[in-house]
């Protein structure tokens, strides 16, 4: 780690092909700043996506990363911090691919609380498809495959990571970059599974959860007077579905790592010279 990284050290040299305006500009460039100030750098940083918009951003940031295939993100980053505790993992995804398809690997990967954290850009719509409803859409979000609205009530995914037992659930605004930046960090610093799920508007396909939406809604956590560690009033603000909350809505300060629990503290990376004893055996009995 480094102290004298900069966030702009995170940024590739690809440029973004995201439609102008779109919130995972600010989703993104938040991330960056947030490992910069954490005294992270591309060097130690590995950044797992997933598929949709979202997907792209492991090109368009500086760091090791693996563009994985839909809803298989977090597997994927598990087993790069099981193998290499010495990495910074940040797993980056979007609401259809975190919250559908892979709903099944969020809910374990919240349990087992792994030390990562989890940037969900939650723009409420199928993007890169072209404007079908994500499980986060609205009952009656009109798109060209619900022409009458999903008329199923939208995944609450915080409810889902409390649920689940999760220590550190958080969820920020991506034009709010003072903020975001901070949320996002303090998911990096936090020991265990740092989950945020970013309201992140898609300014093509979703003309209902806008900007002007979201600054006209949101509710700071910070003026709020709000007590994370306190399980009970995280719940009640996390199924509130009158209001839309940012802030960090529930942290367990003696959260303890999977790593920790089990053991896990070496690199798995490195590996001794020659093959394991008996591995040729092994070898000779299947060829």
């Not at 072209?130 to 995914?157: C, I, L, M, Y």
């Amino acid at each position: 780690m480094s102290s004298e990284v900069r966030f702009t050290d995170f940024k590739s040299d690809k440029q973004p092909t995201w439609c102008p305006g779109c919130g995972d500009f600010g989703t993104m460039n938040g991330m960056m700043k947030a490992l910069a100030n954490t005294g992270n750098d591309p060097d130690n940083t590995f950044v797992v996506a997933g598929i949709g918009c979202s997907g792209k951003i492991g090109t368009y940031m500086h760091s090791y990363a693996l563009h994985g295939v839909h809803g298989r993100a977090l597997p994927v980053g598990t087993g790069v911090k099981l193998a290499n505790p010495d990495l910074e993992v940040m797993v980056a995804g979007g609401d259809g691919d975190g919250y559908s398809i892979g709903a099944g690997h969020f809910i374990h990967a919240v349990r087992r609380n792994v030390d990562m954290t989890y940037v969900v850009m939650d723009n409420r719509i199928y993007g890169l498809t072209k404007g079908q409803a994500s499980p986060t859409s609205r009952e009656d979000f009109e798109t060209s495959t619900t022409p009458e609205g999903p008329k199923q009530p939208p995944v609450n995914p915080l409810a889902l990571a409390l649920s689940a037992g999760g220590s550190f659930i958080a969820q920020s605004f991506s034009t709010d970059a003072q903020r975001h930046t901070e949320i996002v960090q303090k998911a990096i610093e936090h020991d265990g599974f740092g989950f945020v799920n970013v309201f992140s508007p898609c300014v093509t396909f979703n003309d209902v959860d806008t900007y002007d939406y979201f600054r006209d809604s949101i509710v700071d956590l910070d003026d709020e007077d709000h007590d994370p560690t306190d399980r009970d009033a995280a719940k009640e603000k996390i199924l509130d579905a009158d209001k839309e909350y940012q802030g960090i809505l529930y942290q367990n300060e003696e959260s303890v790592p999977y790593s920790e629990l089990h053991g896990l503290d070496s690199n798995m990376a490195d590996i001794p010279d020659g093959a394991p004893e008996g591995a040729m055996d092994l070898v000779r009995e299947f060829y």
